[in-house]
């Protein structure tokens, strides 16, 4: 089981982000299968940002929802995140984590993408 | 909207028992699972659902959850083990992940 980010490293302010999770080694059409994205801003905590189910349920943080979109390719083994918007203060490593439900956890992580939002 | 409270630091001699803990109200009416980090790498789950092992875990990493505390036990620390660690748990009633704020664990 494999997850990698893609994306770019740089965003101005105001404009939008758009981050892809490719993944391998499960499926998201599989029963109880979930997909989050996570990010951490340098030197901070992690923070939870949006998860999406098999069953294409969607879940976002509080205070990034006005602002965060979760969807899914199951045809291309992708999860893409959308996030309008964009200020400095989103400068984070973003990571996409697998769980198999939330007693489970999220077991396997992708190595993250570095984003720095500047003008 | 429910709070995870960690300790910032915590430091252990080589050999000795850590304890890393994370508060939240009524804590133990949930599935608390635990991350390692080590710098400039991705979030490693090291304990799920209180006090269940990954494969290639270690036995030295065990959790427990009671009442308003779960605790993450690190015996026979390792020099390794020097990261920082992340609780976090499912809050059922906002339907939203939660994460603590992190313990940096130091090996004197």
């Known amino acids: 089981v494999t997850l990698k980010e893609s994306g770019p490293a740089l965003v101005k302010p105001t404009q939008t982000l758009t981050l892809t999770c490719t993944f391998s080694?499960?499926?998201?059409?599989?029963?109880?299968?979930?997909v989050n994205w996570i990010r951490q801003p340098p030197g901070k905590a992690l923070e939870w940002l949006a998860r999406?189910?098999?069953?294409?349920?969607?879940f976002y943080s509080t205070s990034l929802k006005t602002r965060v979109t979760i969807s899914k390719d199951t045809s291309k083994n992708q999860v893409v995140l959308t996030m309008i918007n964009m200020d400095p203060v989103d400068t984070a490593t973003y990571h996409c984590?697998?769980?198999?439900?939330?007693?489970?956890?999220?077991?396997?992580w992708g190595q993250g993408t570095t984003v720095t939002v500047s003008s | 909207s429910y709070v995870l409270t960690q300790p910032p630091s915590v430091s252990v001699a080589p050999g000795q028992t850590a304890w890393v803990t994370c508060g939240g109200n009524?804590?133990?009416?949930?599935?608390v699972h635990w991350y390692q980090q080590r710098p400039g790498q991705a979030p490693v789950l090291v304990v799920y659902?209180?006090?269940d092992r990954p494969s290639g875990i270690p036995e030295r990493f065990s959790g427990s959850n009671s009442g308003n505390t779960a605790t993450l036990t690190i015996r026979r620390v390792e020099a390794g083990d020097e990261a920082d660690y992340y609780c976090?748990?499912?809050?059922?009633?906002?339907?939203?992940?939660?994460f603590g704020g992190g313990t940096k664990l130091t090996v004197l």
């Open positions: 984590a697998r769980e198999g439900g939330s007693a489970y956890g999220m077991d396997v």
């Open positions: 080694g499960f499926s998201l059409t599989t029963t109880g299968m979930r």
């Open positions: 999406i189910d098999w069953d294409d349920d969607k």
């Open positions: 009524n804590i133990g009416s949930k599935s």
């Open positions: 659902d209180d006090n």
């Open positions: 976090q748990v499912w809050d059922g009633s906002s339907d939203r992940w939660v």
